[in-house]
């Protein structure tokens, strides 16, 4: 099954949606108890912490935690966005820089300025869309960031978005509420595929459509342990209390470089692998034997993956034994929490 397909549909009564490439299982989003991200709360500063330049804060959804803030005493009511995820029991993540992103823009409140995505070089494409968003933005302090789903598209289906994100923007940075509250949720699964998922697809949208698009199988597979890689080898996945631990094994490759193979492999395949999975937080790699000089063209394979992947993660290096170590920012619900 050649292209890219978008599927909508409901698992266990939860919304849900997939990216299949070329018939393979590429992202995956599904509802979850916790607040989702994107979510925005007036909240109370509780308690500081120290050592950890953080805050406790109260929410209407239990206690939520702001990192490196200064000067903010107990009792401050502040506006505050869900970043990600928490692990069951922690508080939940989030920051004070709040941002309203759509399709084609994000309206920025805290950063004024009118901005284009770098990657529109087109001149004139540049200055169509400049012209749009001075347009929209005449009489608004906020700032702006047009995104690169813009290039080419309608201009009135652009001016629509920034004015629905303005609104959102005046609803919530005018609110005069003077306890916690939830004032505006995050987007659902199918809200974020039309938000994020922008290149050219076939959407399916029909009841059912999981299963007619071989969505149920690739779950099944992602739920397991196991993730074939390119050669013969395999990713073995398996999270813990502490972190997600890999291990790269080459299967029957038994030639001198099956370890380098296997290892180039894992760089290429492991995003997705842990996007599908909705994994994050620590992760060390157990590599397959390879020499010492192959490890930069590793690192430069590693990057190029997570930097097309977008979910935030910091390639933190190799270990005294020879693991590699990265940080991943939680931006999917781990899939062993919500399918049982």
Request: overall charge negative; charged content about 25%.
């Amino acid at each position: 099954m050649k292209g890219r397909t978008i599927v909508l549909d409901h698992i266990d009564n939860r919304e849900a949606a997939a990216l299949m490439v070329d018939g393979r299982l590429e992202d995956f989003l599904i509802a979850g108890d916790a607040p989702a991200p994107g979510t925005i709360y007036r909240a109370r500063a509780d308690r500081p912490v120290k050592g950890q330049g953080g805050m406790f804060l109260t929410t209407p959804d239990g206690p939520a935690f702001l990192r490196q803030v200064r000067g903010l005493k107990p009792g401050t009511l502040m506006l505050v966005q869900v970043t990600g995820y928490a692990e069951p029991g922690k508080a939940l993540p989030v920051t004070d820089r709040i941002l309203f992103k759509s399709r084609y823009a994000i309206v920025t409140p805290d950063a004024p300025g009118l901005n284009i995505s770098r990657s529109i070089r087109d001149e004139a494409e540049r200055d169509r869309l400049l012209e749009i968003a001075h347009e929209c933005m005449e009489n608004s302090d906020y700032g702006l960031i047009l995104r690169s789903c813009c290039e080419g598209e309608d201009a009135g289906e652009i001016a629509q978005d920034i004015s629905a994100m303005l609104a959102h923007a005046d609803q919530v940075m005018n609110d005069l509420g003077t306890e916690p509250d939830l004032l505006l949720e995050g987007d659902g699964p199918h809200v974020l595929a039309w938000r994020d998922w922008t290149d050219p697809a076939e959407v399916v949208t029909h009841a059912g459509g999981f299963e007619e698009q071989g969505v149920l199988d690739a779950l099944d597979m992602a739920r397991g342990i196991s993730e074939p890689l390119q050669g013969g080898g395999h990713l073995y996945i398996q999270p813990t209390r502490a972190l997600v631990a890999v291990d790269v094994n080459t299967g029957s490759d038994t030639s001198l470089a099956a370890g380098t193979k296997a290892n180039f492999a894992c760089a290429k395949a492991l995003a997705r692998a842990l996007r599908v999975r909705g994994l994050g937080g620590q992760i060390t790699l157990d590599l397959a034997p390879m020499p010492k000089k192959d490890r930069r063209g590793f690192e430069s394979a590693l990057r190029a993956a997570f930097k097309a992947d977008g979910i935030e993660t910091i390639l933190a290096g190799w270990t005294p034994l020879g693991h590699y170590e990265l940080q991943r920012k939680r931006g999917r619900i781990p899939l062993t929490e919500v399918l049982k």
